[in-house]
T-cell receptor, first 119, second 114 residues
């Protein structure tokens, strides 16, 4: 499958600061990427769809001013957690749909995730 | 809205034993069904998927799953578990047909004893 990377793999920050997480599609261009959030011992929840050249689409209940998404290029999407608080601590995962990689069927390729801890 | 239930939070099996992980979904029609595995430090990896056709699907690493419409289930099986199979397993459904909105179950953590 396609290779999707995330950086950093983990980050610790102080409450009130902002943190940027990068998601890169390493071997193909992606006009669409997805951002998920995973709480400990819980499922992945889709946060938003990142669209290259246009605004991100957020799922219901996700604060778009809190979680800023920028699809800077066809290989890079960033998620910025603004004014982070301890409740934002979580595992953030990005993915790219297979159609972007020329896939013949529908699936998503996932990045390894970024663990955010807000003190 | 669709939902996915994985009734078993944690399962422990001995190496070499058979495995079955349960997954039930709630949706009016037949969705696209997936099983993913998540290992520490690695992204979710697709084990197998069901779109239509043969209800018994084969995946990677010796896994298979059977879609049962009457039971709204898509259980994952492996005849002989290896210690390297220890990981978190997620069942997911997609009702859009475009893999744009995956709904995940809460996951089942598999522990393998030697």
């Amino acid at each position: 499958g396609a290779v999707v990377s995330q950086h950093p793999s983990w980050v610790i920050c102080k409450s009130g600061t902002s943190v940027k997480i990068e998601c890169r599609s390493l071997d193909f261009q992606a006009t669409t990427m997805f951002w998920y959030r995973q709480f400990p011992k819980q499922s992945l929840m889709l946060m938003a769809t990142s669209n290259e050249g246009s605004k991100a689409t957020y799922e219901q209940g996700v604060e778009k001013d809190k979680f800023l998404i920028n699809h800077a290029s066809l290989t890079l999407s960033t998620l910025t957690v603004t004014s982070a608080h301890p409740e934002d601590s979580s595992f953030y995962i990005c993915s790219v749909p297979s159609q972007q990689a020329g896939g013949a069927y529908n699936e998503q390729f996932f990045g390894p995730g970024t663990r955010l801890t807000v003190l | 809205a669709q939902s996915v239930t994985q009734p078993d939070i944690h399962i422990t099996v001995s190496e070499g034993a058979s495995l079955e992980l349960r997954c039930n979904y709630s949706y009016g029609a037949t969705p696209y069904l997936f099983w993913y595995v998540q290992s520490p430090g690695q992204g979710l990896q697709l084990l197998l998927k069901y779109f239509s056709g043969d209800t018994l699907v084969q995946g990677i690493k010796g896994f298979e799953a059977e879609f049962k419409r009457s039971q709204s289930s898509f259980n994952l099986r492996k005849p002989s578990v290896h210690w390297s199979d220890a990981a978190e397993y997620f069942c997911a459904v997609d009702v859009t047909g475009t893999a744009s909105k995956l709904t995940f179950g809460t996951g089942t953590r598999l522990q393998v004893t030697l």
